[in-house]
């Protein structure tokens, strides 16, 4: 079975622009969650999608959104690009009922940097 | 979710084996404790979970204390390729996953 898959894998943009990041689940998975990492806040939770629909959302501001697709695919858009938008921005997917037990996948990640 | 702590740094014998200590005593009856690693700048990759009884699997055990407050991770015998950070994670239901520190891993020829 093929993995979680991230594109693109790295970007550069400046500030005040917008990005879009795209991640496939695994096949089956339905569950999409983006996380952000720094080296200063290290692995924070974005946000979660199932059916099309936020069901979880972390601390970050509202330049920060997502959607996912009805073949679960999901996008995730940054706006007014900040230099501290600068991250590792990882993808993971799951089976949908966010039980204890369903583990999440990670992909490998898209690099944006900010100038 | 209960909040974990890991060493940050860790060394081991390429060989030998790797045992990563968690400690989380706040954990509820029904989180998991799950480990994840990452290797330079690549996305997570699961490697184990647990309840309460010790699990293994093709690349770790996992040792849970009775009392569940704390746990070992065991790589049997350590590579260079297993050099990365390792992340403890308590998990309650729901897909948040809350990630510390971890334990830096450095495996030495």
């Known amino acids: 079975k093929a993995g979680v898959t991230q594109t693109p894998r790295y970007l550069i943009k400046t500030r005040g622009q917008q990005v879009t990041l795209s991640c496939s689940p695994i096949s089956g998975h339905r569950s999409v969650s983006w996380y952000q990492q720094t080296p200063g806040q290290g692995l924070q939770f974005l946000f979660e999608y199932f059916s099309e629909t936020q069901r979880n959302k972390g601390n970050f501001p509202g330049r920060f959104s997502g959607r996912q697709f009805s073949n679960s695919r999901s996008e995730m858009n940054v706006s007014t690009l900040e230099l501290g938008d600068s991250a590792l921005y990882l993808c993971a997917s799951s089976l949908p009922s966010g039980a204890s037990t369903d583990t999440q996948y990670f992909g490998p990640g898209t690099r944006l940097t900010v100038l | 979710d209960a909040k974990t702590t890991q060493p940050p740094s860790m060394d081991c014998a390429e060989g030998r084996a790797a045992n990563l200590p968690c400690n989380h005593s706040?954990?509820?009856?029904?989180?998991?404790v799950y480990w994840y690693r990452q290797i330079h700048s690549q996305g997570p990759q699961y490697i184990i979970h647990g309840l309460k009884n010790n699990e293994t699997n093709e690349m770790a055990s996992l040792i849970i204390t009775e009392d569940r407050k704390s746990s070992t991770l065991i790589l049997p015998h350590a590579t260079l390729r297993d050099t990365a950070v390792y992340y403890c994670?308590?998990?309650?239901?729901?897909?948040?996953?809350?990630f510390g520190g971890g334990t830096r891993l450095m495996v030495k020829p």
């Open positions: 994670i308590v998990r309650g239901a729901g897909n948040m996953l809350t």
């Open positions: 706040t954990i509820s009856g029904n989180e998991y």
